[in-house]
C-alpha cells in the first residue's frame, strides 16, 4: 500500500480536500490515501468531520486516530455508516469550528512553554481549556503569566514549520522541552514548529495543528495552577468568555476540489 499523504502537516487550514479509499479495516476505520484529518497525538484530539460520496450522501467520522504507526491515520466512523468500497473517491470535510479552536489553544500551550521554560511532564487539549503540567517547584502568579501570554498574542508573531534532519535535533537536544516523550523518529527529518521572525521566539518539535499568527489564538487567559505534587504544576488555560473563537474565512484554504465526477452534489454541504 502506497503511504498515506497527511496534509495537515503542511497546511492546518486545509478543511476540504478529495481522497481516495485506500483501505477497510476489519473495524470499519477508513484509510485513505490522503488525509486533511487530524489523528490524536500529543494531547490533541483527532478530528471530526464526513467523507462525502458521489452521490451526495455523507460517512459521518467520528473520530481519527492512529494504526500501529503514526504513518497510519485511520477515519472512525459513526454507528451505523455506509461502508465506501476501496477505490472510490470522495471528498473530505473536517469540523472546521472544532478543529480551529484546538489550533488556537495547541498555540497557546506552545506560548505558555516560551513563558514557563520548564521541562514539560504532560498536556491535553480540548475546544474549551488545556492543561500543560511542568517540572517545576517555583511560584508564579497566573495574572502575571497571563499577562505575558497576551504580549505574546498580540504582538501578532508568525508561526510555521520547518523540517530538520534528525541529526540536527541530536545536536540541539534543548529544542525538546517534553521531560518524557520524544518526537517520533525513522522518516530521517523532523518537524518543528516555529514562532517569531527565525524562530526567535520558539522552535519545537511538534505533529500537532496550529494557528499561522499569534494573534489568532485571541483571548486567553491562566484559569488555575495547581500544585501535582512536590515539583510539578499544572496550568489551566481557558478562552475568555466572549471571545472570538473562529477563524477567519480568508486564512482557510482547501486543495481545489474536481467535482466533475460527481453528478448530484448536496448544495452547501
Known sequence: MTPMKP???????LSTAEAEVAGIREDGGIV????????????QPGDTGFLERESGDKIVIAGTVTGETKA????????????????????????????????QM????????????????????????????????????????????????NANHPIFIRWIAEADLDANP?????????????????RLVCIGEDSSIDSQPCGGTHVGETAE????HIGKI?????????????????ACLTGSPQRCSSVPVDRSFYTFLTPGA
Open 32 to 43: 485513505l490515501d490522503q488525509t486533511c484529518f487530524y489523528a490524536t497525538s500529543g494531547g
Open 217 to 220: 489564538v485571541g483571548e486567553i
Open 106 to 153: 495547541h498555540t497557546a500551550c506552545h506560548l505558555l512553554s516560551v513563558i514557563c521554560p520548564y521541562p514539560i511532564t504532560g498536556a491535553s487539549v480540548s475546544e474549551t481549556d488545556s492543561r500543560v503540567d511542568f517540572d517545576m517547584s517555583d511560584t508564579i502568579d497566573k495574572a502575571e503569566v497571563t499577562t505575558r501570554l497576551m504580549e505574546l498574542v
Open 72 to 103: 497510519e491515520i485511520i477515519h472512525i466512523p459513526a454507528p451505523d455508516q455506509a461502508v465506501p468500497e476501496i477505490g472510490e473517491k470522495l471528498v473530505m470535510h473536517i469540523d472546521w469550528d472544532r478543529r480551529y479552536k484546538l489550533m
Open 174 to 190: 534543548t529544542l525538546i522541552k517534553s521531560k518524557n516523550v520524544r518526537p517520533p523518529r525513522g522518516q530521517g527529518q523532523i
Open 226 to 242: 495547581e500544585k501535582k505534587g512536590k515539583e510539578n504544576r499544572r496550568f489551566r488555560i481557558l478562552f475568555r468568555p466572549g
Open 7 to 13: 496534509l495537515f502537516l503542511e497546511d492546518a487550514y
